[in-house]
């Protein structure tokens, strides 16, 4: 019915940048707020950054100033520009949505399968 599909993973060097992004496939009214995530194997789930429909963000404290969170609603697609880059960012980051199905349908949870970034010398 919906998916969320991430891209733009890869590896980076410290100081560097990535470019991620989120699209949304599917049948669904609409999506409200949608956020990044970030995981290492043996830790958390972490929250990065959350963005609301009208584009209002949210960051966490250890990428702001760093990262910068947008969205095309248009496109269904979500972004998040990654600069200066540390080793501490590497993780799998997983995109996240709260949608409706329908115009009557209450909030639904949805994440996506991840995408691995990597930052090393």
């Known amino acids: 019915q919906m998916q969320l599909v991430e891209s733009g993973g890869g590896s980076a060097q410290p100081g560097g940048s990535l470019r991620l992004s989120c699209a949304a496939h599917g049948l669904f009214f609409s ?3 949608m956020s990044w ?3 290492v194997p ?3 789930r972490e929250l990065v950054a959350t963005i609301t429909s009208a584009g209002d ?6 990428v702001e100033g760093r ?5 095309d609603n248009a496109k269904n697609t979500m972004y998040l ?6 080793p501490e960012d590497t993780a799998v980051y997983y995109c996240y949505g ?3 199905r329908t115009i009557v ?3 639904k949870d949805i994440w996506g399968q991840g995408t691995q970034v990597t930052v090393s010398s």
């Not at 990262?67 to 969205?71: E, Q």
């Not at 520009?81 to 540390?86: A, E, P, R």
């Open 81 to 86: 520009q990654m600069n200066s880059l540390k």
């Open 98 to 100: 709260q949608f409706q």
């Open 57 to 62: 963000t949210d960051y966490n404290e250890s």
């Open 31 to 33: 999506i409200s707020t």
């Open 67 to 71: 990262f910068s969170l947008s969205r």
């Open 37 to 39: 995530y970030r995981q």
């Open 42 to 44: 043996d830790g958390q």
């Open 105 to 107: 349908s209450s909030l």
